[in-house]
């Protein structure tokens, strides 16, 4: 995995936003401030002109710049969080002009473990990370297997959606949807279907490849 590969994960992240930018809004108006999916839509076109500006040349850059751009530009808990995520992955990934699987996994904990220190929230909170964790698991596990880079993607989004479809029964313990109590119940967290679609974006920039 190589710069062009992280930029066209990045660009299939901006689509994907773009695309359930009002879902994302629907689900966070249920339990949050209903500008989850504007947020992190202009969030990630502010990203993809910051990578037109200044064109990153390697896979690190790439994400350190995005992450950077998503804390400038988002509003609320999700442009810190998801702002983190990729500077911890960017960091993670050093200098390095290619990457290997096993080395996006590392940089996909290194991003958890960012976004767990800084949100203080753990599987089973209602956050994000109830979709973010199991997938960094699911690709750990078939990256160990041997799987091939975009079957073992799969496993991951597979494992994102399921986290994400599984905050519904759950009460919210972190962030503005913890305020509600019982009333987040019933809801799927806007911030695990986000990062369900990120997944997503991550195995369809790998079928590119």
Known sequence: MDTSFFL?????????????????TQLDAAIGDADHGANLDRGFAAVRQALADTPPE????????????????????SGPLYGTAFRQMGRALGD?????????????EAAQEGVQKL??????????????APAVRALA???????KLEDALETATTAAE?????????QARKG???????????????????????????RRAAGQA
């Open 58 to 77: 390697t896979p690190g850059a790439v994400l350190v710049q995005a992450g950077s751009a998503l804390i400038r530009k988002v509003g609320g808990a």
């Open 96 to 108: 390095a002009p290619e990457i290997t699987p096993a080395g996006l996994v590392t940089a996909l």
């Open 119 to 132: 949100g203080g929230a753990a599987e089973g909170d209602k956050t994000l990370v109830d979709a973010f």
């Open 176 to 202: 503005r949807a913890s305020y509600l109590g019982p009333r987040s119940v019933g809801h799927e967290d806007p911030g695990a279907a986000s990062t369900a679609l990120i997944f997503a974006a991550l």
């Open 162 to 170: 399921e986290g994400a479809r599984a905050t519904v029964p759950l």
């Open 8 to 24: 066209a994960w990045i660009k299939e992240a901006a689509t994907a936003v773009q695309a359930e930018r009002d879902h994302l």
């Open 141 to 147: 596990q078939a990256v160990q297997d041997g799987a």
